[in-house]
């Protein structure tokens, strides 16, 4: 196997769930009846998969991570916003476990941050560290609520199941960012665009009916 092919495969099916158009998020169907260790462990570990909503959340902000910093600032800060982003999640799985909800507020949230990390992504925006990190974390919280208060079966197994599954999804970002940061070339930089622009209408698909809940 070619290792140079690695991060270009990676990077191609990244962009290819970003911009796909299975936006619903998942149901607790594919939770439930969650007993032992293992069968927790595996419902954590698929559950931010089931959703492309999540999903989407998790590696655009792997890539926005990249995509924003210059090539050759690129060092451990590159992780902040991910690592943020996966310590609130865990934080909003908690509290949804325990039966804290947000009911009206969790999905706009969540659709609303697909829309701006869309966008974040596609304009290779650069913020303010601090700014950055409260926003990927503050998004994080409601898609943290949304998945705790679906996980079920032993709490501890479910939620390192849902960590090792998030991370895996923003090191994939993360290498899509990679692939695409050199602008010079033309087709990196539209396929990125691409995927954040998906990223974006789907969230717009979402905060529609989202916020019409609402009110």
């Known amino acids: 196997m070619n ?4 991060p ?14 299975a936006w619903a998020h998942g149901g607790a169907d594919t939770v439930t009846h969650t007993h032992t260790m293992v069968d927790s462990l595996t419902a954590g570990l698929t559950h931010p998969l089931t959703g ?12 926005w991570s990249v995509l924003s910093s ?9 992780s902040r916003h991910p690592v943020a982003f996966a310590l609130t999640l865990m934080l909003g799985a908690v509290l949804g476990m325990t039966g804290v909800s947000a009911d ?19 304009g290779r925006q650069q913020l303010p560290s601090l700014l950055g990190t ?26 390192s199941g849902m960590l090792i599954s ?16 050199d602008q010079s070339q033309t087709a990196k930089r539209w396929l990125s665009r691409l995927a954040g622009w998906g990223v974006a209408a789907g969230g717009t698909a979402l905060l529609a009916p989202s916020m019409a809940q609402v009110f």
Do not use: Y
Request: contains cysteine; aromatic residues 4%; proline residues 2%.
């Open 8 to 21: 270009k495969t990676a990077a191609c099916s990244a962009m290819g769930l970003l911009t796909c158009g």
């Open 70 to 78: 210059k090539p050759e600032a690129l060092n451990a800060k590159v």
């Open 104 to 122: 009206g507020v969790v999905e706009p949230m969540i659709a609303a941050s697909l829309l701006v990390l869309g966008l974040l992504v596609a």
């Open 134 to 159: 409260f926003l990927v974390a503050g998004f994080a919280l409601f898609h943290g609520l949304a998945h705790g208060t679906e996980l079920t079966g032993h709490a501890l197994a479910s939620l």
């Open 166 to 181: 998030t991370i895996g999804l923003h090191l994939v970002g993360m290498v899509a960012g990679h692939w695409a940061q």
């Open 3 to 6: 290792l140079r092919l690695v």
């Open 52 to 63: 492309v909503d999540h999903l989407a959340a998790m590696v655009a902000v792997g890539m």
